[in-house]
């Protein structure tokens, strides 16, 4: 019996299922595509709620008042920031999308373990980096609301979960290119 292609690229992003031969490992190794995809999309999501709800502005008023900046100042610092926020929002998304866009071209023709290395350590970093300063109370906390919170958080470890399948495919396809 055939098995259709979903089914084989689900089987490709199961970490707990090992590839079982190249075109497996092949398979796994491109599904990193699909983990940078949802987290692309996903990582947008709370920027543009940050960026569009007013808590940016309401956390750069406290940083100001923090710095015991005069009313001059905050007045000139908050202008530059109406100009610039708009090229903010739009080249971090533009350098998010290239950014990412590169890294699934590149892990689709080559299968490297690198890419899944390093989007996994970045992972750990930035939950050992955000748990890290909120214990310290040395990061802004933006309260995001709850339906942020139920994609970002569930689609997060969909990818993690992505990336580990990957590396998984990646690492067979090195062991087996290496042999004779």
Not at 69 to 91: D, H, N, R, T
Not at 133 to 145: A, E, H, K, V, Y
């Amino acid at each position: 019996m055939k098995r259709s292609t979903i089914d084989l690229w689900l089987r490709a992003m199961n970490p707990f299922v090992l590839p079982r031969g190249m075109a497996e490992a092949q398979r796994a190794a491109r599904s990193m595509v699909i983990g940078l995809g949802i987290a692309l999309v996903v990582g947008l999501i709370p920027t543009w709620w940050i960026f569009s709800s007013g808590w940016f502005e309401t956390a750069m008023s406290a940083e100001y008042a923090r710095m015991n900046l005069s009313s001059q100042e905050v007045a000139m610092q908050q202008e530059v920031m109406k100009v610039v926020w708009p090229y903010m929002i739009g080249f971090g998304a533009i350098f998010s999308v290239v950014l990412y866009g590169a890294l699934a071209v590149v892990q689709w023709k080559l299968m490297t373990r690198v890419i899944p290395i390093i989007m996994l350590a970045m992972i750990v970093y930035s939950l050992v980096a955000n748990a890290g300063m909120r214990l310290l109370g040395t990061m802004p906390s933006p309260d995001l609301p709850l339906w942020i919170l139920a994609i970002t958080w569930p689609t997060s470890v969909v990818s993690a979960v992505i990336y580990v399948a990957s590396l998984q495919g990646a690492m067979l396809l090195h062991r087996l290119k290496r042999e004779p």
